[in-house]
């Protein structure tokens, strides 16, 4: 693996119980990319989500990850459960829940990490919610707290699955400029499943279209003109 | 004065003893699987211990060595069922407990016959607690605060978001196999006392009331730990006094409790 090299894939393919959802895959991430993945329901997304997370180990193939990756720095921002909505628990606490991968055994957060959680509150301008109620916040408020959460697990790579389920255009707006600041001004490599093609089309540099039989990687540019974005531009043009 | 007399007798210290560790216990365990919107595994393992219960009794067992593995083996199953997204697991559990509380209603019926015996495993005795229970409740209450206290952040972390956790790399599977492991041997101890039927109400209401009463998550587990205990003091206090059933009667002071929280959280809210 070359140094700047975060996550790649050989050939990989993923599925359960012997049966393959995605096949012969071929992918490399790098530190700064930005990465959407896209595809119809079913067509493997969130397995892939999973196997790069390492939860799913592929079938045939491998995922082989940085040493910081591999350690478990990796800051991923889950699916809201609904359980999740109605957790008594202040902001402060979940953020700093990011910093458990690199607590170790040590019983308390140190002060360097505690300085960390705050520093990533403030880039997501969430710093005056720090001693609210996280069930008390709005739906794009609770993603910020997720993803500074996030920020805290991981300095290179985050790993972002359908951020914008339920949250209402102006906060969807808010989270993609967000990504694209971390994106460009920290460094920070996105993967992103989404829906929302067109707005992951603005912002994102490489595209994965997963269909049912085949596959499509490149930038967003040559995606409009693949056959699998042809059909999408259409829709957007009517 | 009634309280100097009440704890002259023998049997209600061991059950004070034992009943304030059970439903500290209870409480704390109670937070993470209420939150974790695992309710329904504390009230199925309650029903699967009376059944364990009977089968014990029938065949001569002592009571706690054959219903602790069997409940453990339940909480496993349990576990698995509420994990798996694509089954009814509410369903699921509610099968196993209606079973279980069938076939121990089947077993003692068959041996010694409808007497007083379902009664007290169904709502609970006082002067079920013997001395190796005692031992027993002291030994699991140390456990499970030591558990809280030195896995606090990471218990944390997996009751607020198990794939977030899984991804960084914690081992969600052992600690919920812990939890449930600690969870049925405090359901196994403490029902004697409270009743098949009423034990699960200890690993919720506490929960209940600490959440609708607190922001942070620390808060919230101490206030239920607090509340749990202070319940059940007054209800085996409520149950001496007014010679009523000890676990009816802490439940009672749950619910009070809880009620009152709901008007608090009510009138903070207007």
């Known amino acids: ?58 079938l045939s193939g491998q995922i082989l990850r940085s040493p910081e990756l591999a350690q478990g720095a990796v800051g991923y921002l889950p699916q809201q459960t609904r359980a999740q909505r109605d957790f008594p628990a202040t902001v402060w606490e979940v953020v700093l829940s990011g910093c458990l991968a690199r607590k170790g055994m040590r019983f308390f957060y140190t002060a360097a990490q505690k300085s960390q959680a705050l520093m990533d509150m403030g880039k997501l301008g969430i710093l005056e919610l720090k001693d609210q109620c996280y069930r008390d916040l709005s739906g794009g408020q609770q993603q910020r707290v997720l993803l500074a959460r996030a920020l805290c697990a991981a300095s290179k790579l985050l790993i972002l699955d359908e951020p914008i389920t339920g949250l209402d255009p102006a906060a969807a707006q808010d989270l993609y400029k967000t990504l694209t600041y971390l994106n460009q001004r920290e460094g920070m490599a996105v993967i992103m499943v989404t829906h929302d093609l067109k707005a992951a089309l603005r912002s994102a540099r490489t595209v994965l279209h997963i269909g049912r039989t085949s596959y499509f990687l490149g930038t967003a540019a040559e995606y409009l003109a693949s056959p699998q974005g042809r059909r999408f531009r259409e829709e957007a043009e009517l | 004065m009634i309280i100097l007399e009440m704890l002259s007798w023998p049997f209600m210290q061991r059950a004070l003893i034992a009943g304030v560790l059970v439903s500290l216990c209870c409480a704390l365990l109670g937070v993470s699987l209420v939150l974790k919107r695992y309710s329904m595994i504390g009230d199925g393992l ?225």
């Open chain 1, 1 to 58: 693996m070359a140094p700047d090299e975060l996550l790649v894939c050989r050939d990989v393919s993923l599925g359960y119980e012997g049966q393959s959802v995605l096949e012969h895959l071929d992918l490399t991430v790098r530190e700064g990319d930005y990465l959407c993945i896209v595809g119809d329901n079913g067509s493997g997304k969130s397995t892939l989500l999973r196997g790069l997370l390492g939860l799913l180990s592929p």
């Open chain 2, 46 to 270: 309650s029903h699967v211990s009376f059944g364990a219960l009977a089968i014990a009794v029938a065949l001569g067992f002592t009571p706690l060595s054959f219903s602790i593995p069997v409940v453990i083996a339940a909480a496993f199953l349990l576990l698995r069922m509420a994990g798996r997204p694509h089954w009814n697991s509410d369903a699921a559990i509610a099968v196993v407990s209606a079973s279980s509380l069938a076939v121990g209603i089947i077993v003692i019926s068959c041996t010694t016959g409808m007497t007083t015996d379902v009664d007290n495993y169904m709502f609970g005795s006082v002067l079920a607690m013997t001395d190796a229970d005692v031992a027993l409740a002291v030994l699991l209450s140390a456990a499970v605060l030591t558990l809280f206290v030195l896995f606090y952040h990471k218990l944390f972390a997996i009751t607020f978001d198990e794939s977030f956790s899984r991804a960084t790399g914690l081992k969600v599977d052992r600690y919920n196999t812990l939890l449930a492991i600690l969870t049925a041997l405090t359901i196994v101890l403490g029902m004697r006392m409270m009743g098949a039927m009423l034990i699960s109400s200890l690993i919720i209401f506490p929960a209940l009331t600490a959440m609708r009463l607190f922001k942070r998550f620390r808060s919230v587990v101490i206030c239920s730990g607090v509340t749990s205990v202070a319940c059940f003091c007054a209800g085996l206090t409520a149950s001496f006094v007014l010679s009523t059933p000890v676990g009816a009667s802490v439940v009672a002071a749950d619910l009070c409790v809880f009620l009152l929280s709901c008007l608090v959280s009510f009138l903070r809210h207007r």
